[in-house]
C-alpha cells in the first residue's frame, strides 16, 4: 500500500501499458485521450491519457473505476524491464554484477524469480519487494540450493517516478537492496532459520518469559483459571447434596 492510500488519497496511474508491444510508458510520452493506445497494466482496462492543465497529468480507466493495484503493478513489471535492458547492478556490498543476459520470472522448481541476471556460469536472482516481501519458502530455497539471491526495495518510491530515475534506484542504489542469500555462506539449516525469523512476525504466547515481562498477563490468567475451578467445585457439589437431600431419595 503506497502513502496515497493510506492517508485516504487516491493515486494517480503514471504508466500504461501499449495495447501492441505490451511495453510501458509514461503519461508524458502517451498521447493523449484514448489515442495513448494503452491499456491498465493490472486488469487490462482500455486506459485514457488525461494530460490537462488543471490536474497533474495522469492515465485513468475508461469505465472510471479504481483499480487499487495498477500503480503497483507497472512499478513491479517496470522494474524488470530495467533489469531485463540493463548489462550490470550494483549490490549491497558496493561491488558490481555483470551480465549478457536476464531471464525474467522463469520457473525454477516450484518458483518464479522476478529475474534471473547470467554471465556464464555465474546465476543473480532478484526480487523486487513492492507490495510484498519475499516469502519465506522462496528464502528457504534459494538458501537450500546455494543460490545468490538479493531483493530490491521499492515499496516507499513514488509510483509516478520517472523510468530514469527508477533504473537508478533499481541498477545503482544500495539502500534499497540487501542479500537473500550468498553462495559464500555456509547453507544450513540453522543458517536458513535463523536469517529468516527476522521476516517472521512471532505471535507473543503465555510463556514463562512472557509472564516475567507481562505480569498483569500472567495474573490475569490465574485469576480467570482459579475462578474457573471454583465454579466447578460449586456446580459438583451442589448436584451431590441437592440429590441427597431430595425426600424420598433413599428407601429404606
Request: charged residues 25%; negative net charge; hydrophobic residues 40%.
Amino acid at each position: 500500500m503506497s502513502l496515497w492510500n493510506f492517508v485516504g488519497m487516491k493515486e494517480l496511474l503514471s504508466y500504461g501499458r501499449l495495447r501492441d508491444s505490451d511495453k510501458l510508458i509514461h503519461i508524458e510520452d502517451a498521447e493523449n485521450g484514448k489515442k495513448c493506445n494503452c491499456v491498465c497494466s493490472w486488469c487490462g482496462e482500455t486506459l485514457i491519457a488525461r494530460q490537462g492543465e488543471s490536474n497533474a497529468a495522469h492515465f485513468a480507466h475508461a469505465s472510471e473505476r479504481d483499480c487499487e493495484f495498477a500503480g503497483e503493478s507497472a512499478l513491479h513489471l517496470l522494474a524488470k524491464d530495467i533489469l531485463f535492458a540493463a548489462n550490470y547492478i550494483i549490490l549491497p556490498d558496493r561491488s558490481s554484477f555483470r551480465y549478457s543476459q536476464a531471464e525474467i520470472e522463469k520457473s525454477l522448481a516450484a518458483f518464479r524469480p522476478d529475474a534471473i541476471l547470467k554471465e556464464g556460469d555465474d546465476h543473480l536472482h532478484v526480487e523486487v519487494f513492492v507490495t510484498h516481501k519475499t516469502g519465506f519458502h522462496k528464502q528457504r530455497f534459494f538458501y537450500e540450493n546455494g543460490l545468490n539471491a538479493i531483493e530490491i526495495d521499492l515499496s516507499q518510491i513514488d509510483r509516478s517516478i520517472t523510468r530514469e530515475e527508477l533504473r537508478k534506484f533499481i541498477i545503482d542504489e544500495i539502500t534499497t537492496k540487501y542479500f537473500l542469500c550468498t553462495k559464500q555462506e555456509p547453507v544450513t539449516e540453522n543458517a536458513v532459520q535463523v536469517k529468516i525469523q527476522k521476516q517472521v512476525e512471532v505471535v507473543p504466547v503465555l510463556t514463562e518469559d512472557y509472564s516475567k515481562q507481562h505480569p498483569w498477563y500472567a495474573t490475569i490468567w490465574n485469576v480467570v483459571g482459579i475462578g474457573l475451578l471454583i465454579t466447578f467445585l460449586f456446580w459438583v457439589a451442589s448436584i451431590l447434596f441437592s440429590d441427597r437431600n431430595r425426600k424420598g431419595y433413599y428407601r429404606y
